[in-house]
């Protein structure tokens, strides 16, 4: 086994870590904040969209049951990359959709995955490949937000069952829910 870390930001860092807790191989999905000025973030300066960060996640995954390529092509697909620094209502630089390699084997795997995503959407894909720099946990309360607090949260429950049906649509092979049911 083999274990890989990927950086990805795709809007709230709660429903992308929702659809990434269901994808085989995954081990840990962890929520923080990477790509901004201030030191060590809390998610109200986050939040503002004055510190530059993106909420993101930082995702371990066994390379031998999932390849960054395929993780990327999960990411790409599960958001909507053509947005420009927002994920529906949400609206700021902080949700931006952006993927932050870790070596330059991922930043071309990252310019490849965009590539093969592109015919998929009906507009430009603004995703943006950013460099890797600190990343800053966000605070407990936000860890596996959606398997506690946010199944009552009525913004996850309008935004994450879409994204985990389309993860479990078109990638049905790769959800250990679909592998369960």
């Not at 990411?75 to 949700?95: A, C, E, K, S």
Request: proline share 7%.
């Amino acid at each position: 086994m083999t274990i890989e870390t990927a950086i990805v930001a795709g809007g709230c860092f709660w429903c992308t870590e929702a659809v990434f807790n269901d994808v085989i191989g995954v081990e840990k999905v962890e929520s923080g904040y990477i790509g901004g000025t201030a030191e060590n973030p809390t998610y109200k300066q986050v939040c503002s969209g004055s510190t530059g960060h993106a909420e993101a996640i930082r995702i371990s995954f066994d390379t031998d049951m999932l390849s960054y390529g395929d993780l990327l092509d999960m990411f790409l697909g599960t958001h909507d990359p053509t947005q420009l620094n927002r994920q529906g209502n949400d609206i700021g630089t902080q949700y931006r959709s952006a993927i932050f390699p870790l070596s330059s084997e991922q930043e071309e795997e990252a310019k490849a995955a965009i590539l093969r995503a592109q015919p998929d959407w009906p507009a430009p894909i603004v995703t943006t490949i950013e460099p890797n720099g600190p990343w800053w946990p966000a605070e407990d309360y936000h860890q596996s937000y959606w398997e506690g607090e946010g199944q009552r949260n009525p913004y996850c429950l309008a935004v994450i069952p879409p994204k985990l049906k389309k993860l479990r649509k078109s990638f049905a092979a790769r959800s250990k829910a679909a592998a369960e049911a």
